[in-house]
C-alpha cells in the first residue's frame, strides 16, 4: 500500500514524486522536494546540512547556498513554521502528520532510536589495524577519543568503527557533527534533536540525561576540539547517569577525564627512499594517493619510473589524508611531477580547491589552509606565539632549544614547556622518541607557522636566536666529538644536521662571526655523515666572513676570534680529505698558527697532525713537525685525539715510501680504533693495511680488507668507500678477474661523482688499467694521458700509484707505437672528467692489431 503524508492543508505524494495544497497540485522543483521528503521520512529528527547535501546531491560537491535556496523554497509554499532551523547545524520538520499523536514535553518519538550515520566510506585505505584497535577500546570503554591533526583522517575513521558496530543487536549509533556549534550551551540541545528528542525545558541537559538513562547507545561526537570543556562536562555526566551510553569522540585535543581512553591517530604510513613500486604500495599513503588519483584518471598506477616520485610526495605530506587528496586532485592540472616539485609552497598549491570525503561528508574546513586556521584560531595567543617560533626549527627540535630560541625576556622556560605541552596535546606538535625527546611541527604546520612568523615580523629575531643556539649547542658537541666513540656521537647529533644547515644558510648573509663558529663546530658532523662535499662548499662560501674576522683581531675579543678561526680553518683542512692534498696542508696549517696564538696545545697537535696527512709537505719539514706532534701529545688524552698522531705517522710513512715501517703504526691504530669504537679511524686503518698488502703483492689479503671496508663503511658515512672499491679494483685487476673489476670501477666513478669528485684523480690510473686488460689499449693510452693530468703531481709519487701506471704503460708500450701512444696520450690530456668516464667504461673491444 503506498505511503502518502498529510498534514493540514497539505499532502506529499512520494512515488509520484506530487505535492497538493487545498487538494490542487502545486509545482515544486526535483531539489526542492528531495529535501522535503527527506525531512519528513526522519521527522522528527535534525537532518545536517551535510547528510541532505549528500542525499539531494549524491556525488557532487555543492556549496551550502544551494541548500538554503530549496529551504527558503519549501517556507514559501508550507510556511515558516514547517521546518525549523537549529543554527549552524541543520533542518527538521516541525509539523504533525495526520494522525500522529504528540507525547509529553520530554519525549523520544520512536521506540527504537533511528541511526542517522552519514553514508559509509567508499574505502578505508591504510587503516585496517587502526579500526580494529578502535573497535576493541570501543567495546572495553565507556569514552573514547580519537585524538590527532586536521586532516588526518579521524571522522573517516570514527565513521569506519560506528558502521561496524552498526549491527550490535543492543546498541543503536547516533552521529553528531559538532564544528558548526559556537555556544557550549547548545551541545545538550544539539545531541538531542540528534536522537531524536523533543526538548522543551528549561534544563535540557537533565532531560536528556533522563531520557538517555536506560539506553543502550552509541555517541559519536565528530570535531569537539572547541568545545572540550563541555564536552568533557557531558561525558563525565552520561558516565555516571547512563551506563549504556558510549561515547566516541573525534578531537584535535583530548577531554582529559578521568574515564577517557585516547586514541591517537597519526599519519599514514609512508614508504621509505629507494623502495620498489610494489613495495611502496603496501604502504596507506601511497595506496590513498593512488585511489584518488585514478578518480581523474583511472589508468594511474605507481610504477618503477614513478614510485621515487610518489614516495616523496607521501613523505611530503606527512602522510596526512587531506593533504595527499588534495594533491591527487591537482594530477590533471599539473602531473604528478609538477605537483612533487611545487610541494615547497604546499598551502598555495592545496587551497583554492576542494574535494569531498569518501564518506558524503562535505567539510568547511576541505583545504590545508582552512584547517590550520581552524585549528590556530583555538589557540590562546600565548600558544599561538610559541607554535609560530617553533616552526623556525627545521626538522624538529629538542625541550632545550625551545627554550632557548622561543623564549624571551617576558617567557621564562617553564611558561614555554607549559605552552609546548598544550601544543602537544592539540596535535599541533608531535612528539618524536629517541636518545633525547624531540619535537617537531608537521611540513605543512611548519609552513603555516612561517607565514604567521612572518606576518609577527618575528622572522630576523627569530633566525638569529636559533642561529646562536646552534652555535652554542655544536660547541658543545665539538668538545664531545672528540671524547665519544663515533656512532654514539652521531646517535646524539646527526637529528640537528638539517637546524644546523637552516642556521648556516641564516648566518651566511646576517651574523658573519657565527657562520664561522658554527661551521667549525660542525665540521666533524659533515664528515661522519657523508656530507663532505657539502661541508667544502660551505666552508669556501664562509672563506670571506672568515678573512674578515681576522682584521677584526685587535679588538679586545681577539684571543676568542683566533679560537674561531683557528677550528674552522681546522676543519675546513680535514674536509679536504681525497680531493686536494695541497689545500689541506694550506689549511691545517693557518689552523696551527692561529691555535698557537690563542696557546692551544691540542689544538696546534690536531692541525698539524692533519698538515702532515696531507701528504705533500717537504719531507724534513714534515718530519720535524712530527718530531713536535709527539712532544705535544698527552697520555691523558682520548682515544681519537691520540689516533690523529698514528695517521700522520702512518702518512709520513706513505709520503716517504717506507711501508714496512707504516705496519706497526697502522696495526696500532686498528687496536686503538676498535678498543675505542673509533669507526672512521678503524676503516682508515684497514685502508692502510690493504694498501701495504697492494704493494707488498699479496693481493687475495687487499681483496679480503677491501671488502671489509665494504661491509662497514655504512657506519662511518662512507668516508672510506671510495678508497675501499680502487682497493677491490686494483686488486681484481692484478688477479684477472677483469669482469668483477668492471664492476667495482663503475661502482668507483658513481659513487665518486655523488661525492663531488672526491678521491678521483688519485685513483685515475685505474681506469687505463681495466682497459689494458680488456684489450682496449687505444682507449687505455688516453686514459693514462688523462690521468698523468688528474691525479695531483705529489700524490703520482705513491707508490701504488706509480704499481698501476707502470703495468699499464708496460702494455701500451709493447703493442703500440710509441708516436701513435704519444699521440694518444695528448689527446687523453685534453679529455674533462665526464669523458674519462665515459671511456673508462666503454663498450669491450680488441685492439691489438693496432701493434701491427
Request: aromatic content about 6%; proline content about 3%.
Amino acid at each position: 500500500m503506498e505511503l502518502n503524508y498529510r498534514f493540514g492543508r497539505f499532502e506529499v505524494w512520494p512515488t509520484q514524486r506530487l505535492l497538493f495544497i487545498d487538494g490542487r497540485e502545486r509545482t515544486l522543483g526535483a531539489r526542492a522536494f528531495d529535501v522535503l521528503l527527506a525531512l519528513i521520512e526522519r521527522r522528527p529528527q535534525l537532518v545536517t546540512k551535510r547528510e541532505l547535501l549528500d542525499l539531494v546531491w549524491p556525488n557532487l560537491f555543492v556549496e551550502e547556498n544551494n541548500l538554503q535556496v530549496q529551504v527558503s523554497t519549501l517556507r514559501k509554499l508550507l510556511g515558516a513554521q514547517s521546518l525549523v532551523t537549529v543554527a549552524g547545524q541543520g533542518y527538521r520538520f516541525a509539523m504533525t502528520l495526520d494522525g500522529e499523536l504528540q507525547g509529553p514535553v520530554l519525549q523520544v518519538l520512536t521506540k527504537k532510536l533511528m541511526p542517522n550515520l552519514p553514508a559509509p566510506p567508499r574505502k578505508l585505505l591504510g587503516r585496517d589495524s587502526d579500526l580494529t584497535e578502535l573497535i576493541a577500546l570501543i567495546r572495553t570503554y565507556p569514552l573514547v577519543s580519537i585524538v590527532g591533526a586536521a586532516g588526518v583522517g579521524k571522522t573517516v575513521l570514527a565513521l569506519a568503527a560506528a558502521y561496524a558496530l552498526h549491527n550490535a543487536p543492543e546498541n543503536a549509533n547516533v552521529w553528531i557533527d559538532l564544528s558548526a556549534v559556537s555556544d557550549p550551551s547548545l551541545l545538550p540541545v544539539v545531541i538531542s534533536h540528534a536522537i531524536g528528542l523533543s526538548v522543551s525545558t528549561s534544563d535540557p541537559s537533565l532531560a536528556l540525561l533522563t531520557a538517555l538513562e536506560s539506553r543502550q547507545l552509541l555517541l559519536v561526537l565528530d570535531n569537539a576540539e572547541h568545545l572540550l570543556e563541555a564536552v568533557a562536562q557531558f561525558a563525565w555526566l552520561v558516565g555516571v547517569n547512563a551506563p549504556g551510553v558510549k561515547l566516541l569522540v573525534t578531537s584535535q585535543a583530548a577531554l582529559k577525564v578521568e574515564s577517557e581512553r585516547v586514541f591517537r591517530l597519526g599519519g599514514l604510513s609512508v614508504p621509505k627512499v629507494g623502495m620498489t613500486a610494489e613495495e611502496a604500495n603496501q604502504h596507506g599513503s601511497v595506496r590513498l594517493f593512488t585511489d584518488q588519483a585514478q578518480v581523474a584518471d583511472r589508468t594511474f598506477a605507481v610504477t618503477e619510473d614513478n614510485v621515487a616520485t610518489v614516495i616523496s610526495l607521501c613523505r611530503r605530506l606527512d602522510g596526512l589524508a587531506l593533504a595527499i587528496k588534495l594533491a591527487a586532485a591537482r594530477l590533471p592540472l599539473l602531473g604528478l611531477n609538477g605537483v612533487e616539485s611545487r610541494l615547497r609552497d604546499r598551502l598555495k598549491l592545496l587551497s583554492g580547491l576542494s574535494r569531498g570525503g569518501s564518506h558524503g561528508i562535505v567539510s568547511r574546513r576541505q583545504t590545508l589552509s582552512e584547517s590550520l586556521d581552524w585549528s590556530h584560531s583555538l589557540l590562546s595567543s600565548l600558544e599561538q606565539i610559541i607554535f609560530r617560533r617553533c616552526s623556525v626549527f627545521v626538522n624538529g627540535f629538542t625541550l632545550e632549544l625551545a627554550c632557548v630560541v622561543c623564549g624571551d625576556s617576558t617567557l621564562d622556560k617553564w611558561e614555554v614547556i607549559n605552552v609546548l605541552e598544550g601544543l602537544v596535546d592539540r596535535s599541533l606538535v608531535d612528539v618524536e622518541e629517541g636518545v633525547v625527546r624531540r619535537f617537531r611541527l608537521s611540513e605543512y604546520a611548519w609552513e603555516y607557522g612561517r607565514i604567521k612568523l612572518e606576518k609577527a615580523q618575528e622572522t630576523e629575531p627569530l633566525h638569529h636566536r636559533h642561529a646562536d643556539a646552534l652555535a652554542t649547542l655544536m660547541d658543545r658537541a665539538y668538545e664531545t666529538y672528540w671524547h665519544y666513540a663515533d656512532l654514539l656521537w652521531l646517535e646524539a647529533w646527526r637529528v640537528e644536521i638539517d637546524n644546523v644547515q637552516a642556521a648556516l644558510d641564516w648566518s651566511l648573509s646576517h651574523q658573519s662571526e657565527v657562520a664561522v663558529r658554527l661551521m667549525g663546530a660542525a665540521g666533524p658532523l659533515f664528515m661522519l655523515l657523508g656530507m663532505t662535499a657539502e661541508g667544502r662548499r660551505r666552508c669556501l662560501a664562509i672563506e670571506p666572513l672568515a678573512l674578515s674576522l681576522i682584521a677584526q683581531e685587535f679588538q679586545p675579543r681577539r684571543l676568542e676570534l683566533e679560537g674561531l678561526l683557528a677550528r674552522y680553518w681546522m676543519e675546513r683542512g680535514r674536509l679536504y680529505t681525497g680531493v686536494s692534498h695541497t689545500r689541506m696542508s694550506q689549511f691545517a696549517l693557518t689552523a696551527a698558527a692561529h691555535y698557537r696564538a690563542v696557546d692551544d696545545p691540542r689544538g696546534v697537535f690536531l692541525a698539524l697532525c692533519c698538515a702532515v696527512q696531507s701528504h705533500v709537505l717537504p719531507v724534513t719539514q714534515a718530519q720535524c713537525i712530527l718530531g713536535e706532534i709527539v712532544d705535544l701529545e698527552q697520555t691523558d688524552w682520548p682515544a681519537r685525539p691520540r689516533s690523529h698522531r698514528l695517521l700522520a705517522e702512518v702518512s709520513f710513512f706513505r709520503q716517504t715510501n717506507q711501508w714496512g715501517e707504516a705496519r706497526f703504526p697502522l696495526e696500532s691504530l686498528h687496536w686503538l680504533a676498535v678498543s675505542a669504537d673509533l669507526e672512521t679511524a678503524k676503516m682508515g686503518a684497514l685502508s692502510g693495511l690493504a694498501e701495504l698488502s697492494l704493494i707488498e703483492g699479496d693481493y687475495e689479503n687487499a681483496l679480503h680488507f677491501g671488502r671489509k671496508l665494504i661491509s662497514s663503511h655504512r657506519h662511518s658515512g662512507n668516508n672510506f668507500l671510495l678508497q675501499s672499491l680502487a682497493v677491490i679494483v686494483t686488486a681484481l685487476l692484478f688477479l684477472g678477474h677483469i669482469h668483477e673489476a668492471r664492476k667495482a670501477l663503475a661502482d668507483f666513478i658513481a659513487t665518486s661523482i655523488r661525492r663531488d669528485w672526491e678521491w678521483f684523480g688519485l685513483y685515475s690510473d685505474l681506469f687505463a688499467l681495466l682497459a689494458v686488460h680488456e684489450g682496449r689499449t687505444t682507449d687505455a693510452a688516453r686514459l693514462l694521458g688523462y690521468a698523468g693530468t688528474a691525479c695531483d703531481p705529489v700524490e703520482a709519487k705513491d707508490i701504488s700509484v706509480t704499481q698501476v701506471r707502470a703495468r699499464s704503460r708496460q702494455i701500451i708500450d709493447r703493442v703500440l707505437e710509441p708516436s701513435l701512444a704519444g699521440r694518444l696520450m695528448s689527446e687523453g690530456a685534453r679529455m674533462d672528467r665526464e669523458t674519462a668516464c665515459a671511456l673508462a667504461l666503454a663498450g669491450v673491444r680488441t685492439d691489438l692489431a693496432v701493434s701491427s
